[in-house]
């Protein structure tokens, strides 16, 4: 387990003191009024300054889609690519130079369909990029489409009679490709999403958020029920480290485990305690929780929990290349062009 | 005791070795030509090898060939016809037999020829019995059955000492053709050492095979080539992907920059990623993609924070690569994609060469997507080449295709070490200066500048949407929208001032030119050469940039009646020559997977020329 779980970014700066209003550009923001895409890049723009690293040192990478303009209002450097790539370009400008603190901003249709390769081979890397999904699931710039995370039957202008398609669960993608860091918050929960992304920063290796995120446009009110008020405390259980899987208006509801099958207890009758229940750990190294969590959605009546799901501590593809050419170096000295020309069998004709 | 041997000396010789993919065909084919090489014979290879990597043993559709042409004078081409083939089954002589000059010498392996092995060539009767090789001097050695004996004694399986063979028959060419053992002896030291009965079964049939030429009456004929003459210096062999690679890492050094590779493999590139990824105490960096798009968005990704970034393939993986090619081109930022050009379309001929990507590369993309094109003309042009497209990369903040192929990528030859230090400096400037900063302000080559991310005060975006001039803000605005495509184009153009003129050789007030590009190269040489040699009058221009064309292309074209454009696509450069300056071309194309025989064109020139112009 992790005593020191925050830890310090390699690239951060004890004496760098921003605020919020430094990582704003002059753009005008044009998404949608109302769409969730607002409070990410407001969280964004929030927990920025409290990571201790210079301005310059961030770069924002993006492919196609609605969230994706999402680097040109951030006052970092930024790169807005093309469809899906976002992981890949990441990757080179990681690879070029690993003091960067490099983010990913993704739509579930750039991330997921045209760009899922590049996605889980960057988990399976564990490169040192923070990626951010803002999961929507619909494809809003083209207005109006099913996405690979649109629930099974859903009618979309392209899917006039329910869509046929089996959703993705981002999150087991995630785990099962590697990813080291992996979390979901909502767009309607500011004080969460601060804090994932906090947590994401201080992670070493590729750290993956999950945002739910409402396209007030093309699918309105897809997370109401884990954003309303009324309904928020009986659909959603929070993640929390070391704790038990609690949740309901009066926290009176809880997950037990029976055997790899979580079931939905009541606190109320007395047949079952607190202590009865799941506690969750964030570091067990064993993935199969991580799923069960995620499966949550497919099962009747379960919660949906938000939080950290896991985070585990693996060497980075980008530390491992810096390493070997540090070693290679090592072993035969630094490379000189004139030895290298003349490698093999020479010879002169005079 | 010592037989009567008589030593022929020759000028040039062209051998090809020919077996199943699993002979070892690829191996000794390349120790005979660093042997020849450290020998000071000019040479020319040109492996021909199946796209399966072990087809089933004794097939027609699994024989491997490598072909070598070796001289005591300057040469350009692997050679038209082989004047002596090693075929290690049936297989491979059956597939080779048609290519072979009248009355050329064929080394088989005799034992090989046996029932099976005549059926899955598709023999009907035994070739070395039924008299149809009459015409050729035929050896029959007992190849097998050698060297087996001579590996009696040592701790191998049979199958092991039938791996061994090639090294009998490498040993016995060596004999035939006054090379020495060392260097292949040498060879198997270092490849062995750890493995002392491998070592010594390998050095036995070496030196068997050599032995056997001595000893056994069969042969009464030696061949000498002597060394050439070819312009003082330090030599070593090359093949084109190595040269590539090194040329690269040269251009990293004199940039001063990380050398970053993004790259998926694919034949017949693979070698340059393999070859960068040994250069680690060169600061190069190998990032093996998951997809040929992930290679090429890496080094974008590479190149925006600073790296030179280069990407490498071939045709079908340039295919997936394109949508990131124009991002490229968008965002202004220094990139060389290498094409390693195969047989095509689709999947095609992975392990064939061809020249057919040119009006891919120049037009491969949506919109206006100008890019310069670079083409190799040899092996070691790839050195030249390679380091030369970094440097318009750079310097005019561009993608840069560079085409090379499967033929040149394979092939080796002599190469010319440069001076470090006469190479040139490829002068890098990121852009540091807070107040005078814009993302697309332009210079005096009308690239942007280089901002790359952690300098202070730079911070900006860039991306795939078109972006107003001078500022790089998103703009939708018509006017700067053609403005930005105007420039764009106008930067590739500007790049006519920074390369070479078309040089013509030969005679330039011939009749006829022949205009070529790639790996035409040696053929329209050595076809030139030859007719010189008989009294035709013809010249020749060789196109390295194809993108934008060299400044007095039109006025070279001009003077010639005809103009011969052999290529071996159909017609790319032809169709680029008509467009771009209203000219006439005469075609003359070859869509085989094979290069150009230096006589196809010889042939052509002298029909083109009705016999006349003789002096």
């Known amino acids: 387990m ?41 969280q964004v723009q929030r927990v920025s300054p409290e990571l201790g690293i210079p301005k310059e040192k961030f770069v924002w990478v993006s492919g196609i889609g609605c969230s994706s303009r999402f680097p040109y209002y951030m006052n970092t450097y930024g790169f807005h690519s093309i469809h899906g790539r976002a992981p890949a370009i990441a990757t080179g400008v990681k690879l070029a130079n690993p003091e960067l603190s490099v983010w990913v901003a993704a739509g579930d249709g750039d991330l997921l369909s045209i760009g899922g390769n590049h996605f889980i081979h960057a988990c399976r890397r564990n490169i040192d990029l923070k ?3 803002f999961n929507n699931r619909i494809y809003g710039l083209t207005k109006g489409q099913y996405s690979p995370t649109s629930e099974k039957g859903k009618k979309t202008k392209s899917s ?83 704790k038990p899987l609690i949740y309901g208006k009066n926290n009176d509801k809880g997950i037990r485990m029976d055997g790899m099958n979580p079931v939905i207890v009541d606190l109320t009758t007395g047949e079952y305690s607190v202590n009865d229940l799941w ?72 | 005791m010592a037989k009567d041997v008589e030593v022929q ?26 042997t020849t090489a ?88 035994n070739p070395l019995e039924d008299n149809s090789l009459a015409g050729f001097n035929v050896i029959l050695v007992p190849l097998s059955k050698q060297t087996a004996a001579a590996l009696e004694g040592l701790q191998i399986s049979m199958k092991d000492v039938e791996r061994t063979k090639n090294f009998f028959a490498l040993g016995l060419m060596y004999w035939l053709f006054d090379r020495p053992l060392e260097p292949t002896l040498a060879w198997l030291e270092k490849k062995f050492g750890k493995k002392p009965v491998y070592l010594e079964a390998n050095k036995k049939a070496l030196t068997a095979g050599y032995y056997y030429g001595e000893n056994t009456e069969i042969f009464t004929t030696r061949y000498h080539v002597a060394p050439a003459k070819l312009e003082k210096g330090s030599y070593r062999s090359i093949s084109g992907n190595e040269a590539t690679a090194l040329g690269f890492v040269a251009a990293s050094y004199k940039a001063g920059i990380p050398l970053f590779l993004g790259s998926y493999p694919i034949t017949p590139a693979s070698e340059i990623l393999q070859e960068l990824s040994n250069y680690k105490n060169f600061g190069v960096k190998t990032f093996q993609a998951e997809d040929e798009i992930a290679g090429i968005a890496s080094a974008i990704g590479a190149s925006f924070a600073g790296n030179l970034a280069i990407t490498t393939t071939s045709g079908p993986g340039l295919a997936l690569k394109t949508e990131a090619v124009g991002l490229a081109v968008m965002t202004e930022l220094p990139l060389v994609i290498v094409d390693v050009q195969r047989g095509g379309p689709s999947t095609g ?40 497209a970094c440097r318009i990369a750079v310097k005019y903040m561009t993608p840069v295709f560079l085409l090379s192929e499967g033929y040149l990528a394979n092939g080796s030859e002599p190469w010319k070490i440069p001076d470090v230090d006469s190479l040139h400096e490829i002068p890098v400037n990121y852009w540091k200066d807070k107040e005078t900063y814009n993302i697309y302000a332009r210079d005096e ?94 010249a020749q221009v060789h196109f390295k940039y194809l993108n934008p064309f060299p400044k007095n292309t039109k006025e070279v074209l001009s003077k010639y009646k005809q103009i011969l454009v052999p290529e071996r696509n159909l017609g790319q450069l032809s169709k680029m020559l008509k467009m771009e300056f209203l000219l006439e071309v005469i075609e003359f194309n070859k869509i085989q997977g094979l290069p150009f025989k230096s006589s196809e064109i010889e042939t052509k020139i002298i029909s083109l020329l009705g016999g006349e112009n003789v002096d």
């Open chain 1, 131 to 133: 990626v951010i999904l």
């Open chain 2, 445 to 538: 080559n009308l690239s942007r500048p280089w901002a790359i991310p952690g300098t202070p005060g730079l911070e900006h975006r860039i991306g795939g949407l078109e972006k107003a001039h001078i500022y790089g803000t998103v703009s939708y605005v018509p006017e700067n929208h053609e403005f930005m495509v105007r420039m764009r184009d106008a930067k590739v153009k500007k790049i006519q001032d920074d390369i070479p003129d078309l040089e013509v050789t030969g005679d330039k007030d011939a009749d006829l030119l022949v205009a070529a590009w790639g790996g035409t190269y040696g053929a329209v040489r050595e076809a030139i050469a030859n007719l010189q040699k008989k009294g035709y009058k013809v």
């Open chain 2, 38 to 125: 450290l020998f000071g014979n000019d040479l020319n290879t040109l492996p021909d090898y199946p796209a399966e990597i072990r087809a089933p043993a004794g097939t027609l559709y699994g024989v491997s060939g490598f072909q070598l042409h070796f001289s005591s004078l300057e040469i350009q081409t692997p050679g038209d016809s082989p004047d002596v083939l090693v075929a290690m089954n049936p297989a491979a002589l059956k597939v080779n037999l048609k290519d072979l000059k009248p009355g050329a010498t064929i080394v088989v392996n005799e034992n090989a020829f046996d029932s099976k092995n005549l059926k899955l060539a598709h023999y009907e009767s």
């Open chain 1, 2 to 42: 992790l005593t020191n779980e925050v830890m310090k970014s390699a690239v951060a700066d004890e004496n760098v003191k921003l605020t919020a209003k430094d990582f704003a550009t002059n753009q005008d923001v044009r998404w949608c009024p109302g769409c969730g895409d607002y409070s990410i890049l407001a």
């Open chain 2, 349 to 388: 001929l992975p392990t064939k060469t061809e020249q057919s990507d040119l009006l891919q590369a120049m037009f491969g993309r949506n919109g206006e997507s100008p890019v310069p094109i670079l083409a190799a003309s040899t092996p070691s042009d790839c050195f030249d080449m390679a380091f030369e």
């Open chain 2, 9 to 34: 000396v020759l000028e040039d010789v062209t051998v090809r070795f020919a077996g199943d993919s699993g002979d070892g065909m690829q191996l000794t084919g390349s120790q005979f030509s660093n």
């Open chain 1, 160 to 242: 006039p009679y329910g869509s046929i398609d089996f959703p993705f669960l981002p999150v087991n993608m995630a785990v099962a490709s590697g990813a080291t860091f992996v979390a979901r918050s909502l767009d309607r929960d500011p004080k969460h999403l601060q804090a994932m992304m906090l947590r994401a920063a201080a992670h070493h290796g590729l750290a993956f958020i999950e945002v739910y995120q409402n396209c007030n446009i093309f699918n309105d009110g897809a997370y109401e029920p884990l954003t309303d008020k009324e309904t928020k405390a009986d659909n959603v259980v929070v993640l929390e480290h070391g």
């Open chain 1, 279 to 350: 506690i969750h750990d964030e570091f067990d190294e064993n993935p199969g929780r991580s799923f069960v969590l995620a499966h949550f959605s497919d099962l009747k009546d379960f919660p949906t929990p938000i939080g950290v799901f896991r985070q585990i501590q693996k060497s980075t593809y980008d530390g491992d290349l810096f390493a070997q050419l540090d070693e290679v170096t090592k072993l035969k000295g630094k490379g000189k062009l004139e030895k290298l020309f003349r490698m093999g069998n020479t010879w002169e004709v005079a």
